[in-house]
């Protein structure tokens, strides 16, 4: 699976949009990007993945270059509830059978009142 | 309705105890894992389940056993454990085995003595 990079932390005002941004620049044609976030001390929470074009959910939108390259999660209206950290990963399509996530060490995304 | 439940939420155990996890779903998925995630880390793939068969193992000492006595059920058995073992242990479950998106669990917090 292609490597990501992440800043490691992040600010952003409650009540505005979060962007947080992932590069994955060796991503191949069958990879997806996929955010989860984890709030501290729970299970890993799924947001929303993609492989191509922009993917918007009741969560959030998530932005994919045109290159592939790198892509940007939106948290549109950020609540104090989003505070988290927020893993960007890429997964191959695997033919051959269930494989695991790869957790890089992700961005810690604190939301100010 | 993607709800993954893990008991117990948090166990302490001497080096010499025998204890087991136990995670559940009933969302009919026939992928299931066992993650651990140490502190101020992300979480690292132990084992992955597909259709009640071991398919990945990743180097993980034997004194963790993993079983699924059936789809909706998968057990951690725990024996002889060390100090460092302490971790965040994480069931997820994912419907199919071709890159399928996994849903986690909350987590058993395990604090060995």
């Known amino acids: 699976d292609a490597k990501t990079t992440q800043p490691t932390s992040m600010d952003c005002a409650e009540g505005r949009a979060a962007n947080l941004p992932c590069n994955h620049s060796?991503?191949?044609?069958?990879?997806?990007v996929y955010w989860y976030r984890q709030i501290h001390s729970q299970g890993p929470q799924y947001i929303i993945h993609?492989?191509?074009n922009n993917e918007t959910n009741e969560m959030a939108s998530l932005i994919i270059t045109e290159d592939r390259k790198s892509s940007t999660l939106i948290l549109p209206h950020a609540t104090l509830r989003d505070t988290a950290v927020y893993y960007c990963?890429?997964?191959?399509?695997?033919?051959?059978?269930?494989?695991?996530?790869?957790f890089g060490k992700g961005t810690h995304l604190i939301i100010q009142p | 309705d993607t709800e993954v439940t893990q008991t117990p939420k948090h166990l302490v155990m001497g080096m010499t105890n025998k204890k087991s996890l136990k995670c559940e779903q009933h969302?009919?998925?026939?992928?299931m894992y066992w993650y651990k995630q140490k502190a101020k880390k992300p979480p690292e793939l132990m084992f992955v389940?597909?259709?009640?068969?071991?398919?990945i193992n990743e180097s993980v000492p034997s004194r963790f056993s993993p079983e699924c006595p059936n789809s909706s059920l998968l057990n951690l058995h725990l024996h002889a454990l060390q100090p460092e073992d302490s971790a965040l242990y994480l069931c997820?479950?994912?419907?199919?085995?071709?890159?399928?998106?996994?849903?986690f669990g909350p987590g058993t917090r395990l604090l060995v003595l």
């Open positions: 997820a479950s994912s419907q199919g085995i071709y890159q399928e998106t996994q849903y």
């Open positions: 060796t991503i191949s044609g069958n990879e997806y």
């Open positions: 993609g492989l191509k």
């Open positions: 990963i890429v997964r191959r399509y695997s033919g051959g059978g269930a494989d695991g996530l790869t």
């Open positions: 969302m009919g998925h026939r992928a």
């Open positions: 389940y597909s259709y009640e068969k071991l398919s």
